[in-house]
């Protein structure tokens, strides 16, 4: 997997709360419809630094194409040998009118200390919605008890 960033490694360093969706090719019409939709709400995820990584098979000059035209905070990462999709169970054979396909599902997941927390195969309003939602409950959560530190330190040294 490659990480298309102007300044990354190709081994990701994730932080402690992240979104990541999987998808198809960027070049899908269905695929480009779900990162739109979460382009819609990148200046929400900005404004509680929440990084969003795309998955994709695409090649990563694609990637980076796409990340050029949207003008895009997000962290593409470039897995054309479908590994991830094939571990995270999301690459499977569909058999329509009697021939076999090999398809991508999409799907998008907020993940908390290295633990999936959310997931949903559906990518809309509501759901993005209900994950962001997630996600600033458990940013307020770490700045309260960061707070909470701060102020029994400050406690200690009066």
Sequence with gaps: MSIIETNSQN?????????????NSLKTNRSLYYHDCLIEWSMLFNRIHLPVYIVSNDDPSILKDI????????????????????????YKDKVIYGKKYRTIYTQIELVHNDKIIYTSKRINKNTITSLYLMAVDIKYALFLTKLQKDIDTLGKLC
């Excluded at 081994?11 to 998808?23: A, G």
């Excluded at 003008?71 to 995270?88: E, L, Q, R, T």
Aim: overall charge positive; hydrophobic content about 35%.
């Design 11 to 23: 081994t990701p360093t994730f932080p402690s709360l992240y979104v990541i969706l999987y998808l």
């Design 67 to 90: 990340k050029k035209r949207y003008n895009s905070d997000f962290i593409y990462c470039s897995n054309p040998a479908n590994d991830i999709f094939i571990k995270k169970n999301l």
